[in-house]
């Protein structure tokens, strides 16, 4: 296979994979939540806002300060990805002579074409995370404000709708994070299809095991699980026989 022609192989390889991985996650989040990190983290959020919400007048700084720092760290990630977009843009649009030199390590194609499109993903990959993290803190502000009110109160449909927006910032963030993750084979995009097809191999087997839990960690979770609702259905029996 000629060199310039491995672009045209190895790169779309590389983003089928990446695909075929995020499309087994999806299908494990809806069908099997437990087994993945984002599904059994949304249900300990759906337990902590009805554990917050019981009591929004006691519970509410711990509420917002919890918040608040999810808002801060979602603007810490949208902040960096608005900055390397503006960095990129401003080293597309600049002509400068290490063009040259740096072509010399690419072993693919070097058509002026293909170097624009490796640009463009990589800036098209930061916007997305950067509107994500936006959206996230949309949600978390939104929720910051829900989760204290006092005439929420006892509302089950208040607390479903609160913990609903929680789990939807987090899932933006979630995606946010994703393009941060895809930046890496785009990067090594510039210097060839070879270190970018081996990137994509690593990276679906370094996010297996991030996006997977353990039998240990799901036993955890719906032991914790029982337990407070054990908890609550003594406390509300004990109500009603008063």
Not at 90 to 109: D, H, Q, R, W
Not at 209 to 236: A, G, I, N, W
Request: net charge positive.
């Amino acid at each position: 296979m000629e060199e310039s022609h491995l672009d045209y192989v190895l790169v779309p390889l590389g983003v089928l994979l990446m695909l075929l991985y995020h499309a087994w996650l999806l299908f494990t989040i809806l069908r099997h939540p437990t087994r993945t990190v984002i599904g059994i983290n949304a249900q300990s959020r759906h337990q902590w806002v009805h554990a917050l919400m019981t009591d929004p007048l006691k519970n509410g700084v711990l509420a917002v300060q919890t918040l608040r720092n999810n808002i801060m760290a979602s603007t810490l990630l949208a902040t960096t990805a608005i900055t390397l977009s503006s960095l990129i843009s401003v080293f597309v649009s600049s002509t400068s002579s290490a063009t040259n030199s740096v072509s010399k390590l690419v072993y693919g194609n070097k058509t002026s074409f293909v170097s624009s499109v490796k640009y463009f993903s990589i800036l098209l990959c930061f916007l997305v995370a950067f509107l994500c993290n936006v959206q996230s803190i949309r949600y978390y502000a939104h929720v910051s404000f829900l989760a204290t009110v006092p005439s929420s109160t006892g509302s089950k449909d208040a607390v479903e709708y609160v913990a609903r927006n929680l789990n939807r910032g987090s899932f933006f963030w979630s995606l946010g994070l994703r393009a941060f993750y895809l930046s890496f084979p785009l990067f090594l995009w510039i210097f060839g299809p070879i270190p970018m097809f081996v990137c994509c191999w690593m990276m679906c087997f370094t996010l297996y095991f991030l996006d997977t839990t353990t039998s240990f960690t799901r036993q955890l979770h719906s032991y914790s699980f029982r337990e407070k609702m054990d908890s609550v259905d003594v406390e509300s029996t004990g109500d009603r026989s008063l």
